[in-house]
């Protein structure tokens, strides 16, 4: 899997990083970790491992993962979380699927036949439920979790998108941009694990009030 660089924003994740890069030891894949360089404990713990790290130049979530696809040589990338919540061996069922109906990009889903999740609460659940729908319904999107971004797609591809969301609403903008430029997706069923270690970054109300008035703006922007 030489041809995929996995794309790993890694804020404040010294705890579960390491163990993470632990595991994709045995897999060949490029990685790519992207991080504010002020994430001292951070970058020291990863030293002992072959990635390239790039520094992004603001914060966000968003912003790294627009800095990790700029900067991506390989012909594909794959969004992969820090934390270990992502299942490793689906990123070769991810891209056997993306080849053979010719998508684009494909997305993780928790929310179809074979899939789970180990860390939805019961708000979670139902804002990604409402977030999906306002996908399928007002920008026609083909896939069933909006809001999990465990994603592989062609790098070139989504340079051409020109993302700019620097939070969490990167999470919506990158599917809808996508349907809007005439670019196949999907989704693929995902199992979700809960983060090994360290604390999660998300906030259910500010990030979803966010993620919503993205989607409002885009929905009346067409770009």
Known sequence: MKNITLIIPAKDESESLPLVLKKLKK???KIMVVLHKSDLKTINSIKPFKVKIVFQNNLGYGDALIKGINNCKTEFFCIFNADGSFKISEITKM?????????????????????YSHDDTALTYIGNFFFTKIG???FKLPITDILYTFVLGKAQKAKKLKLKSKNFAFCVELPIKAVRNKMLIKSSSSVEFKRIAGEKKVNEFR?????????????????
């Open 95 to 115: 891209k056997r699927i993306l080849n053979s109906k010719k998508l684009d990009f494909i997305f993780g889903s928790r929310y179809q036949k074979n899939a």
């Open 27 to 29: 897999y060949d894949f």
């Open 207 to 223: 990030d979803g009030l966010k993620i919503l008035y993205s989607m409002v703006k885009l929905f009346f922007k067409n770009v």
């Open 136 to 138: 399928q319904i007002f």
